[in-house]
């Protein structure tokens, strides 16, 4: 039997393709030409190419498969402009859309769709869960709207008679993060002496290990038509940071900047950048501070008891990605750089 792997070049799809080939499946993973494609460059999987927005090559990539596991998506911290918004819908949205309808056609047996825990809703003081409901007059990302979108499509797909399963992880880091993510840049940041300042506030993270997991479980118990959230612990961005500390042997930086400041900062750069400096690199946006100051947290007692889901470590996790960022030549033992770098970088990167 062939499972099918959506965004098999991202951090997330790069360890679930690894987890499935090592449980001995047949994995096909659906690539984007001329996309950074090095986390499955070594690997024995069948590639095909295609791309999200459009429907014939969904169609085939998705012929043949018994399961698929839709991972890729389009992520961002900005509130956005129109070109942005409109490739967030489109990515994430319609592109869900059609991978869920090609699965109807083709007869799959099963799809896990991966959410975000973007699409939870909040309330202060309470944990959130996936009947936590989203206020929706609120000041949403778009992303997080997306990925709200994205699931009411898989609803109507599952009333329409397909058997899909709706995955929610909360920020991710491990190993296998070959682009990398905005964790994984973090780490790098982090054991190069660039980051020298950080601000206050936390939320849950889950280790990529409890993630792939979390997947693999939603494929074998995972109620059709249900939501499961997977967070391994929440951490103070202080707390994340000692982390990375004690695994790099780097010192903890000693500035936090207050929320207000940092706030005012995003606010301006988030009206600058995107309209005259569209090319620029934003390490710094309103969202990613917002979602800081919330102190978000997971409750995962449905995942726990309908799967049986354990989270592991955090610590292990951060360790497994220092690790392999060594392996791979991306951070040298004992290189004492130090440099001040940017203090906006840390914060859109935990995200």
């Known amino acids: ?158 009333a329409d008679g397909l058997d899909v399963v709706i995955v929610q992880p909360w920020p991710y880091i491990g190993p296998n993060d070959f682009k990398p993510s905005r964790m994984g840049q973090t780490l790098l940041d982090f054991a190069h002496g660039k980051l020298s300042a950080y601000i206050p506030g936390g939320r849950s993270f889950v280790a990529m290990q409890d993630i792939v997991e979390g997947q693999i479980l939603a494929m074998a118990k995972g109620r059709a038509g249900q939501k499961y959230t997977f967070s391994t612990e929440f951490l103070t961005l202080e707390s994340l940071l000692k982390l990375f500390a004690k695994v790099t042997g780097k010192e903890l930086p000693k500035l936090c900047i207050p929320t207000a400041i940092i706030t005012g900062i995003a606010t301006v750069t988030d009206a600058i950048l995107p309209r005259f400096f569209p090319h620029t690199p934003q390490n710094l946006t309103l969202g990613a501070v917002n979602l800081l100051r919330m102190n978000q947290t997971a409750d995962c007692s449905k995942a726990q008891t309908e799967l049986g889901f354990k989270p592991t470590s955090i610590e292990q996790a951060v360790t497994d990605a220092y690790q392999d960022f060594v392996h791979r030549g991306l951070i040298i033992k004992g290189n004492r750089e130090q440099g001040m770098g940017n203090r906006e970088q840390i914060i859109n990167n935990c995200f």
């Open 1 to 158: 039997m062939t499972t099918l792997v959506t965004g098999a070049s991202g951090h997330l799809g790069a360890n679930l393709v690894r987890r499935l080939l090592k449980d001995g499946q047949a994995v096909r993973v659906l690539l984007r030409q001329g996309s950074n494609n090095a986390a499955v460059a070594d690997l024995d999987v069948e590639r095909v190419y295609g791309d999200l927005r459009d429907k014939s090559s969904i169609v085939a990539a998705v012929k043949g498969c018994e399961y698929v596991y839709h991972t890729a998506a389009k992520i961002s911290t900005l509130y956005g402009y129109p070109h942005l918004q409109q490739e967030l819908y489109d990515c994430n949205v319609l592109g869900t859309r059609y991978l869920l309808h090609a699965a109807i056609e083709t007869g799959v047996n099963r799809v896990v769709v991966t959410s975000s825990c973007e699409a939870m809703g909040y309330k202060v003081g309470e944990p959130s869960h996936e009947n936590t409901p989203v206020y929706p007059f609120a000041s949403i990302l778009p992303y997080a709207l997306t990925k709200v979108f994205a699931e009411h499509e898989c609803l109507k797909a599952y």
